[in-house]
């Protein structure tokens, strides 16, 4: 059965790659990870994230964990990451995601 995320789930995981066109971007040295999430409602929610240590010398990964209040709209959500690296700042794909309501 396929996972879902559902409203007012805490401590769903979402991972972020860091990408320069094809290339990982090294965040290894990010002086801020970012994550900002866009609700149903066109509320906008930034949260700091942190780096995903895969114990590879270049991790392009970062992660956020939900809490109380991140999902607790049901309906499409958008999610994006950022990077602000002392080279410069860096953006990933924006995904979406869909938050289900619980019975």
Do not use: W
């Not at 769903?12 to 801020?32: E, H, M, P, Q």
């Not at 866009?38 to 780096?51: E, F, Q, V």
């Not at 590879?56 to 992660?63: A, C, F, I, K, P």
Request: aromatic share 8%.
């Amino acid at each position: 059965m396929p996972s879902e995320i559902h409203q007012n789930d805490i401590g769903t995981r979402f991972l972020l790659t860091v990408k320069d066109g094809s290339d990982l971007v090294n965040i290894s040295g990010a002086i801020a990870l970012q994550v900002d999430f866009r609700k149903p409602s066109d509320t906008i929610s930034n949260r700091s994230a942190l780096r995903l240590d895969d114990g590879s010398s270049l991790s392009g990964v970062m992660y956020y964990d939900a809490v109380a209040g991140d999902l607790d709209e049901v309906g499409k959500y958008k999610l994006q990451g950022k990077v602000f690296l002392p080279s410069g700042t860096f953006y990933t794909d924006i995904h979406t995601f869909k938050v289900h309501c619980n019975l």
